[in-house]
């Protein structure tokens, strides 16, 4: 999204600067070693268990050469695990917040992705710690899924594992935070198009218009709305996701975010959503044109907006002047 906006933008974004990303060195090594030794040891007492995976989730969070390290022990992420879920640490929910935050953590070097992904127990746990950990570990649990779905790989095994009702679910009852890390891993799987219907039949689409409804009455849940019709611009493939909207007065919240947000990415959104609800059903032609006549918005955006705003716009103004010409096509 960062790069798509600086793409119309005309704003170059910077190179990442990862050369030294993969280099591991022996002192991180051995920390590593000596952490999951701790961590993983038949040896080790509860407490010294705790503050083993507690001080990995604090040496992760920047220590990138730390982080590179479990390229080379791969299976150190299910030892973890297993004994964060063993029966005396399960019911903890420091060790369960310390442990998704450590995944989360290590999820960010670029070839642990694929490691986390594949393994057996890793996202099944962070979907166990979305549905009944803390808030904090729920976040961080949507995070990390939204850190893994950067691959197409484990987009498709994280929506098959049943991660997208519980992410909706923390995209409607979330603290803040955990709202937007939930949207944000919502967008991310559903770049993928099988999980659009999953998304879906998961509530998605009601979750995200309320939050846009919300915002446009002033009861304080704006904070989301950037959000919400991103994540429904993108559902709008969707022709589950497109009828819900329809039938759930849609409409109406895509005109009202047309004609007075003042974000430019937004009335993009939403005239991409309110594009595909006229294609999928010309009876909402109507209440669209029945707007447009009273205001005008999609032919100002249609001259005004960002490329993809009024390549949409004007699209739907094309099929309101296709309906006038030929009746039988109208609602």
């Not at 895509?254 to 947000?261: F, Q, R, T, W």
Request: aromatic share 4%.
């Amino acid at each position: 999204m960062i790069s798509q906006w600086c793409t119309d933008n005309g704003i170059t974004l910077p190179p990442v600067e990862n050369q030294d990303e993969d280099l591991v060195t022996n002192n991180e090594r051995e920390t590593f070693r000596k952490l999951f030794e701790r961590i993983v040891s038949s040896s080790s007492d509860l407490s010294e268990q705790r503050e083993a995976i507690k001080e990995l989730r604090l040496r992760t969070k920047c220590n990138s050469s730390l982080r590179a390290a479990i390229g080379e022990r791969p299976d150190s992420i299910s030892q973890m695990i297993s004994v964060a879920s063993s029966p005396e640490l399960e019911n903890s929910a420091e060790v369960v917040e310390d442990t998704v935050t450590a995944i989360l953590n290590l999820s960010i070097h670029e070839s642990n992705k694929k490691i986390i992904g594949d393994d057996p127990l890793a996202v099944p746990f962070l979907i166990k710690a979305l549905q009944s950990g803390t808030m904090e570990a729920r976040s961080n649990a949507a995070a990390a899924i939204f850190s893994l779905s950067a691959l197409d790989g484990n987009k498709a095994r994280i929506g098959e594992l049943g991660a997208m009702r519980p992410l909706v679910e923390l995209l409607e009852h979330g603290s803040t935070a955990a709202r937007k890390d939930a949207a944000s891993a919502i967008f991310n799987l559903c770049t993928l198009h099988e999980n659009k219907s999953r998304a879906t039949k998961s509530g998605a689409v009601d979750v995200t218009l309320r939050a846009v409804a919300c915002a446009g009455d002033g009861s304080g849940s704006g904070s989301l709305v950037d959000e919400s019709l991103a994540v429904l611009a993108l559902l709008s493939g969707d022709h589950e996701a497109v009828e819900e909207v329809g039938e759930t007065g849609g409409v109406a919240s895509m005109l009202h975010v047309v004609k007075d947000d003042p974000c430019k990415r937004n009335k993009e959104n939403a005239a991409a959503v309110l594009f595909a609800v006229c294609v999928y059903d010309r009876t909402r032609l109507r209440e669209v044109a029945e707007h447009e006549k009273l205001n005008g918005s999609l032919g100002w955006l249609a001259r005004n907006g960002t490329s993809r705003a009024r390549r949409k716009a004007a699209g739907i103004l094309d099929k309101m002047k296709r309906s006038m010409h030929h009746p039988h096509y109208s609602c």
